[in-house]
Each structure stands twice: as C-alpha cells, then as structure tokens.
C-alpha cells in the first residue's frame, strides 16, 4: 500500500520555537551555510562549528566565529547536522555523544545517519529533520528573494514534548514555511532521496547524457551537435517540468518532440530499466548500499576516486568546456 505524506498547516510553522534556542550549524558547507544565514537573518542566536579550512574562511567572513563541534555541543540546544554522510557518525561517537545533555534537539537535513544506525541518539534528546527540497544555493538564494523552498519534516524522537514545535521553528527560519512544509519519517526521506539520487537525477541522468552522446558520436555526428542535444538542452526541459509537470512540458514543445517522446521514451527505459530500478530500490533498503559506500570511503575511496577520474576524461567534458566558454564569449 502507498505510504502517503502530510502536509503541515505552514500557519504551525513559527520561528518563534527558537527564540530561547541557541543553534550550532555544525559544517559550513552548501547546505550548512544557507542554514545558518537563513536563521541568523530571521532572528535566531546561532554558533558554527566548522573546522580550520576555506570553509572556516567563508564563515568568518560571514561575520560568524567557527568554533570546535564539541564547544558547539555544550553551547547550543538545536544541533543541526550539516556534516558529511560518511562522517558524521565518528564526529558524532568522539565530540558530540559525550557532551550531550537531556532536552537538546539533534537536527538533521537528511535522514542517512539515523537511518542506518550510524549515530543512535540517547533516548533523553529530541532527534528531528528538516529536509528542504534543494541545494543549499537554491535555499538561501530563494530566502533572500522573499520565497522558499518546500521541505520535508520528521520526527524519529521526542523526548521532550517539543520536537515537532522545535523542528517548525527551524523550518520556518529558513524560509520553507514559505513554500509548504510535508510531514514524513526519516526512513522514507532517506531511501526515497537515495533512489532518486542514484536512478534519475544524478546517476540515471548522467548515464543517459553520456550514452546519447556517445551513440551520435560514435555514429559520426559532430560531438559539439551532440552535446547541445543531449547535455546543453537537459536544463530548457527540465525548468518546463519544475515549472508545470511533464504533460505541462509536452504542450510547450514541437509536435514532433512530442510524438518521439510519447513513442521512443518507452524504449530507452524499458522492463529491464524498471527492473534495475527495482534492484537499486532493493540495495537501499537493505542498507547494502549504506555498507558499500561506507566501506569505500573508508578505504580512502578508491572506487569513487577511480570512477570519477574515468568520467573526467570522457569527451563530453572537453567538447562541453569548450562551448560554454564559446557561449560566454571566451
């Protein structure tokens, strides 16, 4: 049976939660950093913790005063994880666990970490998430023009009465009360942004690009036409559906894209696409793929680093950088 979410009245969602709150933004990265701006701007006390780096750089000269993970812990009440997946569960084991104290909020921006066990909060703190639907750019950049971004609430643990409040709040100081606010739990958020991230819209994706480029490359078309056709229009189709959904896109293009659309599409990703899906789906809630990609980066990533080197070097990113500078007017 479908599982199904519930949106949460935004009138619930207030900032107000915080105001006797200190917040750590723990990680100065994409996400942490449109966090941190986005609450300070709406009036809330927050700290940084964010280690010697150009990280630490951009936070100074954001005008906070990055401080160590644990003098964030004993300083702040809402912790909000903007940490690495695969290092979250050590920061947490050797400078987080031991300072904690009963009544503190434990903020996630996803869900990996509680979900596969690798930080297992004592049962005296409050464990939320909010999980706003964009990059950390697109959150500060539509706070900031007065919207929002959508994001996803959860609740794992309420120790005090208060998490779902506290877990508003934060919503709320970074703008998504603005755009709407879903409730969910921690496991849906996690598998269903893994599926996604590894089917469609990062690995499915960019597998699909470069196979359509190679197949008309290797077919004897100019790599600079297959380039704009398979990689540089990606984006002029993709604002058409964020806009208005695919139907929405399909009205808005040629009869004849729409016929090939509505005829071939099926047999690009046909039965034995589902079926890896299916498979993909299976690794994820297995916690196979947790453990695989865990252990990868705890060998130093060689498969990733090996992987990405490879990529690097395919011809789609050189004819690629030489178009967009061309484009630029380079």
């Known amino acids: 049976m479908t599982r199904q979410v519930t949106a949460i009245p935004v009138h619930e969602a207030s900032v107000e939660a915080l105001a006797d709150k200190t917040v750590a933004v723990l990680g100065f990265g994409a996400q942490g950093s449109a966090h941190a701006l986005n609450l300070r701007d709406s009036g809330c006390r927050v700290i940084v913790a964010q280690r010697p780096g150009p990280r630490h750089a951009q936070a100074l000269a954001a005008g906070f005063e990055p401080c160590a993970v644990r003098e964030a812990t004993e300083r702040a009440d809402l912790l909000i994880f903007g940490l690495p997946d695969d290092t979250a569960g050590e920061i947490y084991a050797t400078?987080?666990?031991?300072?904690?104290?009963?009544?503190?909020?434990?903020?996630?921006?996803?869900?990996?970490?509680?979900?596969?066990?690798?930080?297992?909060?004592?049962?005296?703190v409050d464990v939320v998430l909010v999980a706003p639907k964009a990059q950390g750019r697109g959150v500060r950049s539509e706070f900031l023009a007065g919207r929002g971004v959508l994001a996803l609430v959860a609740i794992a643990q309420d120790a005090t009465g208060s998490a779902k409040a506290t877990a508003l709040g934060w919503a709320a100081g970074i703008g998504s009360n603005r755009a709407g606010l879903l409730e969910t739990t921690?496991?849906?958020?996690?598998?269903?942004?893994?599926?996604?991230?590894?089917?469609?819209?990062?690995?499915?994706?960019?597998?699909?690009?470069?196979?359509?480029?190679?197949?008309?490359?290797?077919?004897?078309?100019?790599?600079?036409?297959?380039?704009?056709?398979?990689?540089?229009?990606?984006?002029?189709?993709?604002?058409?559906?964020?806009?208005?959904?695919?139907?929405?896109?399909?009205?808005?293009?040629?009869?004849?894209?729409?016929?090939?659309?509505?005829?071939?599409?099926?047999?690009?990703?046909?039965?034995?696409?589902?079926?890896?899906?299916?498979?993909?789906?299976?690794?994820?809630?297995?916690?196979?793929?947790?453990?695989?990609?865990?252990?990868?980066?705890?060998?130093?990533?060689?498969?990733?680093?090996?992987?990405?080197?490879?990529?690097?070097?395919?011809?789609?990113?050189?004819?690629?950088?030489t178009l967009r500078a061309l484009m630029r007017g380079g």
Do not use: N, W
């Open 95 to 124: 400078d987080i666990a031991p300072h904690l104290r009963a009544g503190q909020t434990l903020g996630f921006l996803h869900g990996f970490a509680i979900h596969y066990r690798l930080i297992e909060p004592p049962p005296e």
């Open 186 to 321: 921690f496991a849906d958020e996690t598998e269903t942004d893994l599926f996604g991230e590894q089917a469609v819209l990062c690995g499915g994706l960019s597998a699909l690009i470069r196979a359509g480029f190679d197949t008309l490359v290797e077919a004897g078309y100019p790599p600079e036409l297959a380039y704009f056709e398979c990689c540089h229009e990606v984006k002029l189709l993709a604002d058409l559906i964020c806009e208005g959904g695919i139907t929405y896109m399909r009205e808005r293009i040629s009869s004849t894209a729409r016929y090939g659309d509505l005829t071939r599409g099926p047999r690009v990703v046909d039965d034995t696409t589902r079926q890896h899906m299916r498979t993909i789906l299976a690794e994820i809630r297995s916690g196979k793929f947790a453990r695989e990609f865990l252990e990868d980066t705890r060998a130093g990533a060689p498969r990733s680093r090996t992987l990405l080197e490879r990529d690097r070097h395919h011809p789609l990113e050189s004819v690629g950088r």
